[in-house]
C-alpha cells in the first residue's frame, strides 16, 4: 500500500472501506482508497500503534481523545477549515459533539459522523419493547431466557453491559469484588446464550427465524438491516435503569481522524471533506450490510436524501429518547480483565 502518493489507508469500521462509498473520491482525485475494518476499537489503537501505514483511523470516540491523541498518533485538526463539523448537526448529538475534540477542548480530533445507542436488539413479538427497557440486560440472567438469546461479539461493548447488569459503572476502576462479579456475569452470558458472533447478520436471522429472542449488544447500527428489509419486529431498545445516573445504556460516536505518520498521504484531509458532502453522509449511512444515523442528518440537504422507509429503518421516531437515556461511551479501565 502506498504511503506518501494520492493513496489513502484507512482502518475502520465497516463502511468507509466499501465501494459504494470510496469510488466516487478514487475517480474525482485519481487516487486508490485502501480500506480494512476491525471488531475491536482497542485492537484497532495497537495496529496504528504498531503499523506505520495508516493515513486514517474510523475508531469509537473515547479512544481517539485518551489514547491516539495523548500519544500522538493522530494530528489535530484546523476547526476553522471544519466549519461543516459544528453547522446543522442533530439537536440529538448536542451532549456528544465534544466527542471529536481532545479532552480539554483545545483541538480537533477528527470529524464524528455515525454514531447511536448500542445496547439490546429484541424480537418484539417475543419479548415486548417496554419488558425489554424496564429489564435491560437482566433479560439475560432470566432462566426462562437461558439459551433463547444471542449475544454480539463485540468485546467493549459487552464488558460495558456487563459491567451495568451488575450495577457498577463500567468506567471507573473496579475492586477485585466487583471484578469478579462482572467477570463471571460476561461467562455467564457467553455460556447461557444460544449463539455467541461477530456477525450481526447471523443474530439478524436467529432473531427473524425466533431462534432467539433477543441479542446483547447490539443497535440501529445492527437491526436496521433487516428493519429495511421489513422485519420491523427487530428493533434496537434502550434500557431505562443503570447505575450511570439513570441512564440505561452507551452510545457510541466514531471519530474518523488523520494517523501521524513519517510520509504522510496528501489526500487524507481530502478525504474528511468527502465524509462530510450530503451525498456521502447518506451513503455511510445507508452502508452495504450496516446501518446508521450520522450527525449531519440536521442539515435539511442531508436529511431530504433520506427515503422514509430508510427513516424507519433507523428508528428515526426515537432516535432522540434512546440517546436521552444514554451515557457515552468511555474508556474502559478494566476491560482486559473481564474479557480475557
Known amino acids: 500500500m502506498s504511503g506518501n502518493g494520492g493513496d489513502v489507508n484507512i482502518l475502520c469500521w465497516q463502511g468507509y472501506e466499501q465501494a459504494q462509498f470510496k469510488e466516487p473520491f478514487e475517480k474525482r482525485l485519481n487516487a486508490i482508497v485502501h480500506g480494512e475494518c476491525f471488531e475491536s476499537d482497542m485492537q484497532a489503537v495497537e495496529r496504528v500503534r504498531q503499523e506505520?501505514?495508516?493515513?486514517?483511523?474510523?475508531?469509537?470516540?473515547?479512544?481517539?481523545?485518551?489514547?491516539?491523541?495523548?500519544?500522538?498518533?493522530?494530528?489535530?485538526?484546523?476547526?476553522?477549515?471544519?466549519?461543516?463539523?459544528?453547522?446543522?448537526?442533530?439537536?440529538?448529538?448536542?451532549?456528544?459533539?465534544?466527542?471529536?475534540?481532545?479532552?480539554?477542548?483545545?483541538?480537533?480530533?477528527?470529524?464524528?459522523?455515525?454514531?447511536?445507542?448500542?445496547?439490546?436488539?429484541?424480537?418484539?413479538?417475543?419479548?415486548?419493547?417496554?419488558?425489554?427497557?424496564?429489564?435491560?440486560?437482566?433479560l439475560a440472567d432470566d432462566p426462562g431466557h437461558r439459551g433463547s438469546f444471542g449475544m454480539l461479539d463485540y468485546p467493549e461493548f459487552n464488558a460495558m453491559h456487563a459491567a451495568i447488569a451488575c450495577g457498577l459503572d463500567p468506567f471507573k476502576s473496579m475492586m477485585a469484588s466487583e471484578l469478579a462479579a462482572v467477570k463471571a456475569k460476561y461467562a455467564s452470558w457467553k455460556s447461557d446464550a444460544c449463539i455467541f458472533t461477530g456477525d450481526h447478520h447471523a443474530l439478524n436471522k436467529a432473531l427473524i427465524d425466533g431462534e432467539i429472542r433477543f441479542y446483547i449488544s447490539g443497535g440501529s447500527y445492527t437491526a436496521a438491516v433487516a428493519r429495511l428489509q421489513g422485519h420491523y419486529k427487530i428493533e434496537a431498545v434502550t434500557p431505562t435503569k443503570s447505575p450511570l445516573?439513570?441512564?440505561?445504556?452507551?452510545?457510541?460516536?466514531?471519530?474518523?481522524?488523520?494517523?501521524?505518520?513519517?510520509?504522510?498521504?496528501?489526500?487524507?484531509?481530502?478525504?474528511?471533506?468527502?465524509?462530510?458532502?450530503?451525498?456521502?453522509?447518506?451513503?455511510?449511512?445507508?452502508?452495504?450490510?450496516?446501518?446508521?444515523?450520522?450527525?449531519?442528518?440536521?442539515?435539511?440537504?442531508?436529511?431530504?436524501?433520506?427515503?422514509?422507509?430508510?427513516?424507519?429503518?433507523?428508528?428515526?421516531?426515537?432516535?432522540e429518547e434512546d440517546m436521552s437515556r444514554c451515557a457515552p461511551y468511555a474508556l474502559i479501565p478494566d476491560l482486559a480483565e473481564i474479557v480475557r
Open 52 to 138: 506505520d501505514r495508516w493515513d486514517l483511523i474510523n475508531i469509537n470516540n473515547p479512544y481517539a481523545g485518551s489514547i491516539l491523541y495523548p500519544e500522538n498518533l493522530i494530528v489535530p485538526l484546523s476547526a476553522e477549515d471544519y466549519g461543516e463539523t459544528a453547522d446543522h448537526l442533530l439537536p440529538q448529538f448536542d451532549e456528544f459533539f465534544s466527542c471529536g475534540w481532545s479532552p480539554d477542548g483545545s483541538s480537533l480530533l477528527g470529524i464524528c459522523q455515525r454514531f447511536g445507542p448500542f445496547n439490546l436488539v429484541i424480537n418484539t413479538e417475543l419479548i415486548s419493547a417496554g419488558t425489554a427497557r424496564s429489564e435491560g440486560f437482566l
Open 245 to 319: 445516573g439513570g441512564r440505561g445504556g452507551i452510545a457510541f460516536v466514531e471519530v474518523t481522524s488523520i494517523c501521524r505518520r513519517k510520509r504522510p498521504t496528501e489526500t487524507a484531509e481530502a478525504f474528511l471533506h468527502y465524509m462530510l458532502e450530503p451525498a456521502q453522509c447518506h451513503r455511510i449511512s445507508m452502508a452495504r450490510e450496516t446501518h446508521n444515523p450520522v450527525a449531519q442528518m440536521g442539515d435539511r440537504n442531508v436529511m431530504e436524501l433520506f427515503r422514509p422507509e430508510e427513516l424507519k429503518a433507523l428508528q428515526w421516531d426515537t432516535l
